[in-house]
């Protein structure tokens, strides 16, 4: 079955959504996800596509949505959280390491709960420490690694690489190259996925 | 069980998929809905909500999108369809009439398809008359009336209340006072009327 790529930047709201659940979803359907930091704000920025900012009404509803959907997932986000976050390129800068090293699910999970349960913005101290503590790597030496030019690069190639396939948000599932945004169309993009073995 | 206000205007893409959808919806769900149209894209202007406008990657994904969610629904739409449409209000306005004399549903079902479907931008002729007719409207009598004073100041105050209860989009589902917006959160709004019974 092909894998999903799940592309996401720390940072996005609703990815909080799908970081928490993508677990249960994995065993579920029996597919598997290659999780793709980005820097989806550079992406946003340069398409001039700003969903929530001096949109008041639309953010009030964005966190009233989360909750809602939070909800339905069992899930328990104190709400609204710290947004935006001044460290969303650190934070997935992390993440890019993580994805070389084996532990970015976790980090990513570990990072979302501080942020969007615990009202720690993530890609900042506290948080960043925290997290990687938890899941058993050593801060110091990762936060100095995630700003070399080496991890910079990657994370840029990346997003890059998010950019010419089309990816305007996070998250995205791309099912070898269908391409679906937002959480709400996570079943959508797993379906796609099941149907393309028949 | 609480009848759903169906917030829309003509004009929204994706308003298609509930427009076609809901009757069948409300069979299933034994909800009814009351169709309210609006002047969305005031609201949207005021409140600097342009989410296709200069985006054009971000808009090859909604065409797309709509695309696979309509072959869910089982409908067949021709896409790209003519977009954004300059009769938006008049389309609108006809509607307003339609809403107080019973034929609202009817109309707007056959003037998306035409839009949607055949490429014939509502709001406008051929598709204004044609529609009108089909659902045996005398298309002379109406459009007049839609441009008289007091069925604009029909539509204004329709707009103005859906933006008091913090509408921003179409389509809007508004179950008492929660607000579900997009065609994605039609099973949610009718999941939360029928959890409000129990």
Redesign the interface.
């Known amino acids: 079955m092909p894998t999903i790529d799940f592309w996401y930047s720390i940072g996005s709201t609703y990815s909080y959504l799908t970081v928490m659940r993508l677990a249960g979803v994995e065993d579920r359907s029996g597919l598997s996800f290659r999780w793709r930091p980005m820097d989806v704000r550079s992406i946003m920025v340069a ?3 700003i ?1 929530f900012k ?2 008041p ?2 953010t ?2 964005m966190w ?2 989360i909750e ?2 939070a909800a ?1 997932y069992g899930l328990h986000p104190r709400l609204p959280a710290p947004y935006p976050l001044p460290g969303l390129v650190l934070a997935n800068l992390v993440a890019t390491i993580g994805a070389e090293e084996g532990w970015i699910r976790d980090y990513t999970i570990a990072t979302y709960r501080r942020w969007i349960e615990g009202g720690d913005p993530a890609g900042q101290e506290p948080n960043l420490s925290a997290s990687l503590s938890e899941i058993g790597c050593d801060p110091e030496t990762i936060l100095l690694a995630a700003e070399t030019e080496e991890v910079k690069r990657r994370l840029r190639a990346e997003t890059e690489e998010a950019r010419k396939k ?1 990816i ?2 996070s998250p995205t599932f791309d099912v070898e190259g269908e ?3 937002g959480d ?2 996570l079943e ?1 993009a797993v379906d796609w996925a099941l149907a393309s073995e028949e």
């Open positions: 398409q001039n596509n969903p001096y949109k009404v639309k009030a509803y009233r949505d809602r959907r339905r089309g305007f948000g391409l679906f945004w709400d169309r959508d």
